[in-house]
Structure formats: C-alpha cells, structure tokens
C-alpha cells in the first residue's frame, strides 16, 4: 500500500453517511462541504446533532422528550427527558420472513441460522415466561454464557421487559464471575454446562454450581442445556431455556425512559474489583445505530460479523447490527482451529459483507504468511474493522495486498467506558496507513498537552470534551458518584479522560499511541508503547512484544522489553541488535530497552489489551495476586513465569 486508499464512488456516493449528509441539507438546511465541517458542527451543536440522528433513523416514543440535553455537563448530562422506548423494539422494527437475523458457526465448522420471525418468536416466548417469574423492570437478569444465537434471544427477551442484562464469558472462572454479578443481585441468571475452544470442550458445571450457590439474591435460574448434575440451593427455581422459547406469545416490549438501564458491562478487573459500568436503552440505542449505520455504512442488506468472546464490548456491538436490520453472524471457539484460515473462511461461508477482529488477530496473520485471497472467495466483503490494540501500519499494507486493494479497512477505538467508538471508519474518507478515519460525528475527541490545550498533530491524552448519550449513567452501587467521577473526570473536571495517548492528525484522522498509564518516560520524553511495538514486531523472529518502563524514585529508570519469538526463532545478539538499531532509528536513542527478554507468552485482558500495567506494577514490587486476575485474561497462563521473573529481578 504505497498511497491513501481512496474509496471508490460506488462505496462513498451511495453510503449512508452521504445520504444523511444530504438529508441534512434537505430537511435541516445544513450544507457542509465535507466531513470535517460535519463533524464540527455535530460536536458544536450536541442538541441539533442527536436530534436529526433521531429523526433519521425515525425513532419512535408515544411521548415527545421536552429536550434532547438538559445540561451541557459531565457528569450529569440528562438526555431526552420524557422519551419511552426500548432497544428490543426498535430491532423488531426489522423483522421479516426472508432472511436470517442470526448466522452462527461453532467452531467445528456446523452453521445454523435463526430467522427474523424465529427469533421474534423465541423473544417473546422467553419475555414471557420471565415476566411469569416475576421479573420487572430493573431487575437484574444475568448470562454465563458463549457465543450463541440463544445468548442473543436470552439478552432481547431480558430488554424487552425492561430488566438489567449482564453477561459474562463462559471461560471466566467463578470467582471473577462472583466479582461482577455480586455487585448487581441479579434475580435470574442464564447458564451453559460448557463450551468448546481450541478442539476441546471445556465442561464449566462446577462453576455454575458455585454461580448460582454464591449469588444469594437468585430466585430463577435457566439452564440453556442438559444440566442434569447440577441441583440448585432450594430457594432457586429451576427452568429449561428450549421449553420457554417456545410458549406463544405476542412480542410486547416494556417501552423505558430514555435512560432506563439496559445492561451492566465492566472493566477488565485484571488490577482491581472490575467497575459495574450501566448504559442506557437510548443512549446505547442512539450510538450503535450512528456507528453501524453511518460510520460502518451498514443497512438490512449486510451480513455482520466482530470476532469475539461474550466477554468483550464487542459482543454487544455486534448484537448492535441488529438495530439496522443487519444480519448478525457469530464464530464461536477458536479463531484459530482447524488453522488460521478458519475466520477467512467464515466470511465467505456466512456472506459477510462486514467483519472485524482484534488488532492481534489481523497481526497473527500476517505473521504466519496468511494469503486470505487465496483461502476464500472474500468478493462480497466491503469492509474490514479492527479493535482492541492499534493496528499496526504494516499491517494495514498486508491488507491492501493479501486481501483485496478495494477493500474499506476501517480501524476503530472506544471503549466498554460508553460502548462506543471515538474514532471510527467513514466510507467517504480515504484510509492512510497507520491511522484512523476520523473522529467520529457527536464525539468531540481532543488530544490535550500536558498544560490540557487541545493538540494538532502532537501526541496528547485523549479527551472527550462534550457529552455523549451513550456515557455511563452511572456506575452501580456508586451512590455518591464519586467512583465514577474519579475513573473519568477527576484529572480534567469536565472532561472525559479516556486514558489513550492519541495525536489528531491535520487531515482529521488518529492515531492511539497505547494506554496512557503505560507511558514510557525516559529522559523527559513521553511515548506511547505502540510506537516501541512497532518497530520490534516488524522483525520476522518477533511474534508479540511487550514493554514496561520502571521508574524508581531516585535512582535510573529500566526499560524492559519482553519477547514471543516466533516458532524456531532465537533471542540472539543479532536479534537483539537488531531491534535495538530499529528503535533507535524509528523511535529514538533515549528509548532503547535495558533489557531484552525472551518470553514464552505476552499476557493479553480478555479484550485482547496487553497487559503493560499489571506486568509494570509486579516488577516494582506488588504481589501478582493484587495486580492481575487470571480469570480476567485471555492467556493466565504465562502469569507465573512473570511472576517467576519478577522475583528474580526484585531479588538484584
């Protein structure tokens, strides 16, 4: 890739940010002449924004809001006062009888799909019968679950009747699991017996038996398969999800206030008790449907699909194509069994028109040769996402050449914070190397100095300046809001300080440069550890890398760099001078590494987020088992030879 990809006129002309950019003109007598002034005047003008986003869209309340924002202020913002609505009814605006709602592919390759009316059907059966239990709006219903349509039908039918939704990763182990739910006292909890990853099943009953023993507030408990061996504590009714999907019943959704909670989501909890973030029906209603409609150009002709655990953001916005009459497919197990060729060819089986991963799968792939043009017939395919960590910019020229030159490759960042996106791809906006499309319209996303002056084309700490609807409403059992002011606006009061070093480019795009708090401070400069990973993994003996700066008070810094070599790859001193000519070179002098370290893993959160916190914290001393929650990491495995490696190095 050798120059911006420009998007071809059948992509821009005929995408849905043009037409809304037209519609604006139209109906609003707003004329831009590109998206940058769009953009300004969405992040400008906050009430008028929203207000056409919900007009275009045509969302429906039986009551008019008497405002779009009450107060310009966070935290605090009120939104859309006086609205009903609910997010189960506005995906129920899309049902039809000719086409699948739900794709899912288990990773043995078995494809089964679930229609718009069948699922309709399952919802209101499901709504129903928890209706029957008791259950009202506000209650809590929570999920142990993987990646399946049934999860999907168990989320709509929770939301219809205006309960809390919670979810967690069936390969999270109890205790973690009890970390979250304990802090909501969910009164129903849905539950699978196991799941099956990397060719193996993986049977998960002791932890539901520890699930439904340690959560004292349960009454109801829904069972999605045989799980026979297991006998509930006496006061926890059993059901089967299969008989309660198919009571007949008409679909009739609990219409909310705009700011009526629709889900808890948490931090990843790898440092700490795990934040019980709570978005609501509107706000999160309102969000997805710009992102996926406009920023992601979908519409009820694609086939959508985000590679990713239950246990992920990312999961609910892929649940999010829902709400523009998209067809959702879900790859449950592992990406890379029977070998890395298995999501390519999901896209072709399912007919996606729209796919993402996370940065490190797309990294993966390019390390090992993948050729996905040559794996499957990726015709259909217009748009490819990526999240997570940045995208690396060799990565994005993999892409253009193994892929298809045409393709749409729109890199995103946000967040489970206010499950969205602050960056995001655009279909009329030409795709450089290493970067971002732009800012994304209602988002207005800063980059400030350490003085906290918005920045141009210099690194700075990610802010948002100016509410979003989908912000948290406010973090549970917070009673003061203090813990939410302190994760968000304590630094900058008023601003939302996101936690990214991101620099904003002179042509509108982005570029995150890494976590803030893993800053790599050496001499007085301050860099982003992306910039570190790129140099080091573009050596082909590199297969991941991570790097932590220790700064002691009073005495030098020391920067060390762990490696995963690739499969008979050695860490040598022509490896390692190597690497250290390519950081100085590409990055500076000052940020050589002390140390090089050959490592048999790099630690990853479930959200696929290296682990540069964690790691830096135990080398400075603090015990692992109070930074770092195994269950809340993709790989717990390698946390001992870390902590092997920290004692070692404290004891010098």
């Given at each position: 890739?050798?120059?911006?990809?420009?998007?071809?006129?059948?992509?821009?002309?005929?995408?849905?940010?043009?037409?809304?950019?037209?519609?604006?003109?139209?109906?609003?007598?707003?004329?831009?002449?590109?998206?940058?002034?769009?953009?300004?005047?969405?992040?400008?003008?906050?009430?008028?924004?929203?207000?056409?986003?919900?007009?275009?869209?045509?969302?429906?309340?039986?009551?008019p809001?008497?405002?779009?924002?009450?107060?310009?202020?966070?935290?605090?913002?009120?939104?859309?006062?006086?609205?009903?609505?609910?997010?189960?009814?506005?995906?129920?605006?899309?049902?039809?009888?000719?086409?699948?709602?739900?794709?899912?592919?288990?990773?043995?390759?078995?494809?089964?799909?679930?229609?718009?009316?069948?699922m309709?059907?399952?919802?209101?059966?499901?709504?129903?019968?928890?209706?029957?239990?008791?259950?009202?709006?506000?209650?809590?219903?929570?999920?142990?679950?993987?990646n399946?349509?049934?999860?999907?039908?168990?989320?709509?039918?929770?939301?219809?009747?205006?309960?809390?939704?919670?979810?967690?990763?069936?390969?999270?182990g109890?205790?973690?699991?009890?970390?979250?739910?304990?802090?909501?006292?969910?009164?129903?909890?849905?539950?699978?017996?196991?799941?099956?990853?990397?060719?193996?099943?993986?049977?998960?009953?002791?932890?539901?038996?520890?699930?439904?023993?340690?959560?004292?507030?349960?009454?109801?408990?829904?069972?999605?398969?045989?799980?026979?061996?297991?006998?509930?504590?006496?006061?926890?009714?059993?059901?089967?999800?299969?008989?309660?999907?198919?009571?007949?019943a008409?679909?009739?959704?609990?219409?909310?206030?705009?700011?009526?909670?629709?889900?808890?989501?948490?931090?990843?909890?790898?440092?700490?008790s795990?934040?019980?973030?709570?978005?609501?029906?509107?706000?999160?209603?309102?969000?997805?449907?710009?992102?996926?409609?406009?920023?992601?150009?979908?519409?009820?002709?694609?086939?959508?699909?985000?590679?990713?655990?239950?246990?992920?953001?990312?999961?609910?916005?892929?649940?999010?194509?829902?709400?523009?009459?998209?067809?959702?497919?879900?790859?449950?197990?592992?990406?890379?069994?029977?070998?890395?060729?298995?999501?390519?060819?999901?896209?072709?089986?399912?007919?996606?028109?729209?796919?993402?991963?996370?940065?490190?799968?797309?990294?993966?792939?390019?390390?090992a040769?993948?050729?996905?043009?040559?794996?499957?017939?990726?015709?259909?395919?217009?748009?490819?996402?990526?999240?997570?960590?940045?995208?690396?910019?060799?990565?994005?020229?993999?892409?253009?050449?193994?892929?298809?030159?045409d393709?749409?490759?729109?890199?995103?960042?946000?967040?489970?914070?206010?499950?969205?996106?602050?960056?995001?791809?655009?279909?009329?906006?030409?795709?450089?190397?290493?970067?971002?499309?732009?800012?994304?319209?209602?988002?207005?996303?800063?980059?400030y100095?350490?003085?906290?002056?918005?920045v141009?084309?210099?690194?700075?700490?990610?802010?948002?300046?100016?509410?979003?609807?989908?912000?948290?409403?406010?973090?549970?059992?917070?009673?003061?809001?203090?813990?939410?002011?302190?994760?968000y606006?304590?630094t900058?009061?008023?601003?939302?300080?996101?936690?990214?070093?991101?620099?904003?480019?002179?042509?509108?795009?982005?570029?995150?440069?890494?976590?803030?708090?893993?800053?790599?401070?050496?001499?007085?400069?301050?860099?982003?550890?992306?910039?570190?990973?790129?140099?080091?993994?573009?050596?082909?003996?590199?297969?991941d890398?991570?790097?932590?700066?220790?700064?002691?008070?009073?005495?030098a810094?020391?920067?060390?760099?762990?490696?995963?070599?690739?499969?008979?790859?050695?860490?040598?001193?022509?490896?390692?001078d190597?690497?250290?000519?390519?950081?100085?070179?590409?990055?500076?002098?000052?940020?050589?590494?002390?140390?090089?370290?050959?490592?048999?893993?790099?630690?990853?959160?479930?959200?696929g987020?290296?682990?540069?916190?964690?790691?830096?914290?135990?080398?400075?001393?603090?015990?692992?088992?109070?930074?770092?929650?195994?269950?809340?990491?993709?790989?717990?495995?390698?946390?001992?030879?870390?902590?092997?490696?920290?004692?070692?190095?404290?004891?010098?």
């Amino acid at each position: 890739m050798s120059a911006d990809w420009v998007p071809p006129a059948a992509l821009s002309d005929n995408s849905r940010m043009a037409a809304f950019m037209a519609w604006l003109a139209q109906a609003r007598g707003l004329n831009f002449d590109d998206y940058a002034q769009m953009w300004t005047w969405s992040t400008e003008e906050p009430e008028a924004f929203w207000q056409a986003l919900w007009d275009w869209f045509e969302l429906r309340s039986p009551t008019p809001h008497s405002a779009v924002l009450v107060r310009r202020e966070m935290p605090g913002a009120e939104w859309f006062p006086g609205a009903r609505l609910n997010y189960a009814a506005q995906v129920m605006r899309h049902v039809r009888p000719d086409r699948a709602a739900i794709i899912h592919q288990a990773e043995d390759g078995t494809t089964t799909e679930l229609n718009w009316q069948q699922m309709q059907a399952q919802v209101a059966g499901l709504a129903s019968a928890l209706r029957d239990m008791g259950v009202h709006p506000g209650d809590r219903v929570v999920g142990y679950l993987p990646n399946t349509p049934q999860t999907v039908v168990a989320f709509l039918a929770a939301a219809s009747v205006g309960a809390v939704w919670s979810l967690c990763a069936p390969d999270m182990g109890a205790a973690t699991v009890l970390d979250r739910f304990r802090q909501i006292d969910p009164k129903v909890i849905f539950t699978a017996s196991g799941y099956e990853f990397g060719g193996r099943w993986y049977d998960r009953t002791d932890e539901v038996k520890a699930l439904l023993s340690g959560l004292d507030s349960l009454i109801h408990w829904i069972s999605m398969d045989d799980a026979a061996p297991v006998v509930p504590p006496q006061q926890i009714r059993r059901h089967d999800f299969s008989a309660l999907i198919t009571d007949e019943a008409d679909f009739e959704p609990e219409l909310v206030a705009f700011d009526h909670p629709l889900w808890v989501v948490y931090s990843s909890g790898t440092t700490g008790s795990p934040k019980p973030i709570v978005h609501g029906h509107g706000g999160v209603v309102l969000e997805h449907l710009k992102l996926l409609g406009l920023h992601s150009d979908l519409g009820p002709d694609d086939v959508f699909s985000w590679f990713t655990s239950t246990g992920w953001i990312m999961w609910n916005a892929q649940v999010g194509g829902l709400l523009v009459g998209a067809t959702i497919a879900l790859a449950e197990g592992s990406p890379n069994v029977p070998d890395m060729g298995r999501l390519w060819r999901f896209i072709d089986d399912a007919g996606l028109t729209a796919f993402g991963a996370g940065a490190a799968w797309f990294t993966g792939c390019m390390k090992a040769g993948i050729v996905p043009r040559e794996i499957a017939d990726l015709s259909r395919l217009r748009m490819l996402g990526s999240t997570g960590s940045p995208l690396p910019p060799e990565a994005y020229t993999w892409v253009y050449d193994t892929v298809r030159p045409d393709i749409w490759l729109a890199p995103i960042a946000g967040g489970t914070d206010f499950a969205g996106a602050f960056l995001a791809g655009n279909p009329m906006l030409p795709v450089r190397v290493g970067e971002m499309q732009c800012r994304a319209l209602g988002a207005k996303v800063e980059a400030y100095d350490e003085a906290g002056n918005p920045v141009i084309d210099d690194v700075g700490e990610l802010v948002c300046t100016m509410p979003m609807p989908s912000m948290p409403l406010f973090l549970w059992g917070d009673t003061d809001g203090s813990r939410l002011h302190d994760s968000y606006f304590s630094t900058y009061p008023g601003v939302w300080r996101h936690g990214d070093w991101v620099k904003i480019t002179p042509e509108g795009g982005a570029i995150i440069y890494g976590r803030s708090d893993a800053t790599i401070n050496r001499h007085g400069i301050r860099m982003g550890t992306a910039d570190i990973y790129r140099v080091v993994e573009d050596c082909a003996e590199v297969a991941d890398s991570l790097v932590v700066d220790l700064e002691y008070l009073g005495q030098a810094s020391c920067m060390i760099l762990f490696l995963r070599l690739t499969e008979g790859s050695e860490l040598d001193e022509a490896l390692k001078d190597r690497i250290i000519a390519g950081l100085k070179q590409n990055v500076s002098p000052r940020h050589v590494p002390d140390r090089i370290v050959a490592a048999p893993d790099i630690p990853y959160t479930l959200t696929g987020k290296k682990m540069e916190v964690p790691i830096k914290k135990r080398l400075l001393g603090q015990p692992m088992d109070k930074v770092a929650t195994p269950d809340a990491m993709a790989n717990p495995g390698c946390l001992d030879w870390y902590d092997a490696y920290a004692r070692t190095h404290l004891d010098q």
